[in-house]
């Protein structure tokens, strides 16, 4: 009897707390009804007092007072995982986060199921336009972090140069609304935090990897080439105001009267250019030149892209 089979019809009825029929066990688990037996029969061995009751309303259940050890994490670590969990489940196409919710939830004692069950914080860590290839990428390079297959990817970096690479994964990351995968760079050699969404073609390979030694939160805390980075200045209106502030937050901007200026520091090249000009003529670029004239640019571009 494979164990795994046992466990997910033992955390299933753990979170359920209801009556389960023995048909809903054997899709839950991908198995037959014979198999449910053996797996009921095997928990029952191991001292789980497992009941059953015949009938159409009948099936397979464990008591209330039936509570696994709970030691092992508080109150406010197990919403919080929980959370966690559900802010990302919706980005990959197996049932591995379901089975997790199931296990943590068995774990809840009455007084605490609020915070399973309670919506006081909710995260989505998808867009509200992701499309479904992306998700699919993320699939596709979730199975390679976790066999430690190298891969051969095509990649497009913010100034449009495309080059292909081999790279091995060394996990995903979710950062600023935005997705990343983080390893070691083949011909960089070095390691490298890519965006998802830039990756234009991607294949795993049949090379395993050895992990190195490595800290992806330096990474993340901001160990970048800081000549990317570019300090600029906005001006804009009152009816662009609610706009900036979700974008660079109250604190950037300030209220000159006839109107607001906001100055922040960010990565520069078309994604910055494309963030400013998807505001239209509601803000003009103050400073730096290099900027404004990125952005001159590129409204030329546009305009003789409608011409005759």
């Given at each position: 009897m494979n164990a795994d089979i046992i466990l997910i019809i033992y955390f299933t009825l753990i979170s359920k707390r209801k009556k389960v029929k023995r048909s809903t066990l054997a899709m839950r688990a991908g198995v037959n009804v014979r198999t449910v037996s053996r797996a009921?029969?095997?928990?029952?061995?191991?001292?789980?007092?497992?009941?059953?009751?015949?009938?159409?309303?009948?099936?397979?259940?464990?008591?209330?007072?039936y509570v696994i050890t709970q030691a092992a994490f508080t109150s406010a670590e197990k919403a919080r995982i929980v959370n966690c969990i559900n802010a990302a489940k919706h980005n990959f196409s197996d049932k591995l986060c379901d089975t997790v919710l199931d296990k943590l939830k068995s774990l809840a004692t009455p007084a605490e199921n609020f915070l399973i069950k309670s919506e006081t914080l909710v995260i989505d860590a998808s867009g509200w336009n992701e499309p479904l290839h992306a998700s699919n990428k993320i699939t596709v390079l979730g199975r390679a972090v976790e066999e430690r297959k190298t891969l051969r990817m095509k990649y497009v970096d913010r100034y449009e140069y495309s080059s292909e690479r081999f790279f091995d994964p060394y996990c995903i990351v979710q950062k600023?609304?935005?997705?990343?995968?983080?390893?070691?760079?083949h011909s960089r050699k070095d390691f490298r935090l890519f965006k998802i969404t830039r990756i234009e073609d991607v294949l795993v390979t049949d090379k395993?990897?050895?992990?190195?030694?490595?800290?992806?939160?330096?990474?993340?805390?901001?160990?970048?080439?800081?000549?990317d980075l570019v300090s600029f200045s906005i001006e804009f209106s009152s009816l662009m105001l609610p706009e900036i502030e979700e974008w660079l937050g109250?604190?950037?901007?300030?209220?000159?009267?006839?109107?607001?200026?906001?100055?922040?520091e960010m990565f520069g090249g078309?994604?910055?250019?494309?963030k400013i000009l998807s505001f239209g003529s509601g803000v003009r670029v103050l400073s730096p030149d290099a900027l404004r004239e990125e952005v001159e640019v590129e409204c030329t571009r546009m305009l003789a892209s409608y011409g005759d």
């Open positions: 009921i029969d095997a928990l029952t061995l191991a001292g789980v007092p497992v009941y059953s009751e015949t009938g159409p309303d009948g099936g397979y259940y464990i008591p209330d007072d600023g609304g935005m997705w990343y995968v983080y390893g070691w760079c395993t990897f050895v992990r190195r030694p490595s800290d992806v939160y330096a990474k993340l805390r901001g160990d970048f080439n800081r000549d109250p604190e950037c901007i300030e209220d000159m009267g006839r109107c607001y200026v906001a100055t922040a078309n994604q910055l250019v494309s």
